[in-house]
Nanobody, 127 residues
Framework: QVQLVESGGGLAQAGDSLRLSCAAS????????MGWFRRAPGKEREFVAA????????DVADSVVGRFTISRDNAKNTMYLHMNSLKHEDTAVYYC????????????????????WGQGTQVTVSS
């Protein structure tokens, strides 16, 4: 079973960049599809980005395309979310999620498709 810990959140100004990390423990990270989700105050949890365990397949939400990039380093058991050109509306708690899968090229976009979640890291962007 994978356990996840997010880090890298904090306070930023509009236009700044941040990099979130999701460190995973457990031997199944390299066969786990991963994703980032966020929950803004008063809103539902929403998909941000996802990556297959092989790293060759990924997807990002329309709201962040061109600004956010997802990546992973299986040797370090870590996934990243590179956030550029931050906007006030990116303010949210960001969660990483994982699920094991046989298919290295498959990405998962719905929260209910994931079995393991981190505790979240707060990102606050001032306008």
């Amino acid at each position: 079973q994978v356990q996840l810990v997010e880090s890298g959140g904090g306070l930023a100004q509009a236009g700044d960049s941040l990099r979130l990390s999701c460190a995973a423990s457990g031997r199944t990270f390299s066969s786990a599809a991963m994703g980032w989700f966020r929950r803004a105050p008063g809103k539902e949890r929403e998909f941000v980005a996802a990556i297959g365990w092989s790293g060759s397949s990924l997807d990002v939400a329309d709201s962040v395309v061109g600004r956010f990039t997802i990546s992973r380093d299986n040797a370090k058991n870590t996934m990243y979310l590179h956030m550029n050109s931050l906007k006030h509306e990116d303010t949210a708690v960001y969660y990483c999620a994982a699920r094991t899968t046989y298919f290295g090229g498959t990405v998962y976009l719905r929260p209910d498709e994931y079995t393991t979640w981190g505790q979240g890291t707060q990102v606050t962007v001032s306008s």
